[in-house]
């Protein structure tokens, strides 16, 4: 047991000493007594969580926050959790690797928070969960799917989504190689950010469809301080790629796509991660060039999944809109995360339920999720999207499709 566990209990175990001296030996079941129960069960239940709330993730970030606080609100108007009221302690760590850690050493050290939820994005999830990690702390995170999040031997890592990155647009390639002779395009660009999730979620697709015929003509790495996409976009164009699979995040997407309409380069489809499924922030960006856009998604509001009308009630009632994508995975965090707490009856014994998250199935907004002995999620992929007539329709898998993909796609 971590050492900041043991402090607490220590810390419990006087308390009860000098209140049973106090009481001189008062039958247990005397009001005194129970009223110091009820004191103790009171107590508020801590979640710690760094979430990049400023920096280049923060549009997202900030979803996941509002995905965590929607949570809360269900937990504590349902009699908390364990019967205690949940509370969150949120820290920006300005998507900075290096402040996430710290972040998260003094959530644990000095917050001495009960439970920790994950960052947003694999780039920050990777360095935190490592803190977890030395600490023996549970860590389901919501966000953190490259490869290098599940390949350390973490044993108390869980990611709660669907699908791991490099599967996150499986549907989609299979349903373009899958186009017959004359429609199927022939060849494709691959512009990727400089981050573990947008590389393994690009290049899953590349193999795809590099095996479905689809010559790659451009593959290029920009980094995260990238912020002219001008020459980018002209490479692309000058490839004559007739789509565009990028593997971006949301700044990034948001000056690709400018960039590209800029040049009046029209590929047949535009494929990108993360950004599309931001909303209302990707549309609010870019206006009408959303039109045609494909994206991945873990969740959809048009799913029937139990408590999923519930949660997009109460986020549109708290702020204003519907919910998106990453505000559906924080919430999906505070699902499995209860779940197993409840079914271990405790917060202290964060083995237990991490061998309760690894050996059981768990129902959430986004699906049943399970996990491999590596903290993956076992699933075959994301929802497909695209914006049309400037609204999100759900194309694939079938079972959830509102829609029929528009393919070629419409001019910018």
Not at 75 to 90: D, K, M, Q, T, Y
Not at 151 to 179: C, H, I, K, M, P
Not at 268 to 297: M, Q, R, W
């Amino acid at each position: 047991m971590r050492g900041s566990r043991l402090m607490r209990l220590f810390g419990l175990l006087v308390a009860l000493i000098v209140l049973a001296a106090a009481c001189g030996g008062d039958d247990p079941s005397s009001e005194d007594s129970t009223d110091t129960t009820d004191e103790v069960s009171d107590e508020p239940i801590l979640i710690g969580a760094s979430l990049p709330l400023s920096g280049d993730f923060s549009e997202p970030g900030k979803g996941v926050q509002n995905g965590y606080e929607v949570w809360k609100e269900h937990v504590n108007a349902s009699g908390g959790l364990l019967g205690r009221p949940v509370e969150l302690v949120i820290r920006d760590d300005a998507s900075d690797p290096n402040t996430v850690v710290a972040d998260y050493e003094r959530l644990i050290t000095v917050d001495q928070v009960d439970l920790l939820f994950g960052p947003f994005s694999s780039f920050l999830t990777i360095p935190s969960s490592e803190v977890a990690e030395k600490y023996e702390m549970v860590f389901v995170e919501p966000a953190g799917s490259a490869p290098d999040v599940f390949n350390r031997g973490l044993q108390y890592l869980f990611y709660a989504s669907t699908a791991v990155a490099q599967d996150q647009g499986n549907y989609w390639a299979e349903w373009v190689v899958s186009l017959p002779e004359g429609e199927r395009p022939t060849t494709a660009a691959y512009p990727i950010v400089d981050d573990p999730f947008a590389g393994a979620a690009a290049d899953g697709i590349r193999e795809i469809l590099e095996a479905g015929g689809i010559e790659t003509v451009y593959r290029e790495i920009y980094p995260p301080e990238q912020t002219n996409f001008g020459p980018i976009a002209a490479k692309i164009a000058d490839s004559e790629a007739e789509i565009v699979v990028g593997g971006t995040i949301f700044e990034d997407a948001v000056g690709l796509v400018r960039s590209m309409q800029e040049l009046d380069y029209q590929p047949k489809a535009v494929f990108l991660n993360t950004a599309p499924a931001t909303t209302p922030g990707f549309k609010d960006a870019l206006g009408d060039a959303v039109e045609g856009i494909y994206g991945p998604s873990s969740w959809a509001s048009s799913l029937t999944t139990p408590g999923n009308a519930e949660f997009v009630e109460t986020y549109t009632e708290m702020f204003g809109s519907e919910p998106a994508e990453d505000a559906a995975q924080g919430y999906t965090t505070g699902q499995v995360m209860a779940a197993a707490v409840e079914a271990v009856g405790s917060t202290d014994d964060q083995d237990a339920i991490r061998d309760y998250l690894r050996a059981n199935s768990f129902e959430t907004i986004e699906g049943t999720l399970s996990f491999d002995d590596t903290g993956a999620p076992s699933g075959g992929g994301y929802i497909i999207l695209q914006y049309q007539d400037g609204e999100i329709v759900y194309l694939l898998p079938e079972d959830v499709a509102t829609g029929t993909p528009v393919y070629p796609k419409p001019e910018w």
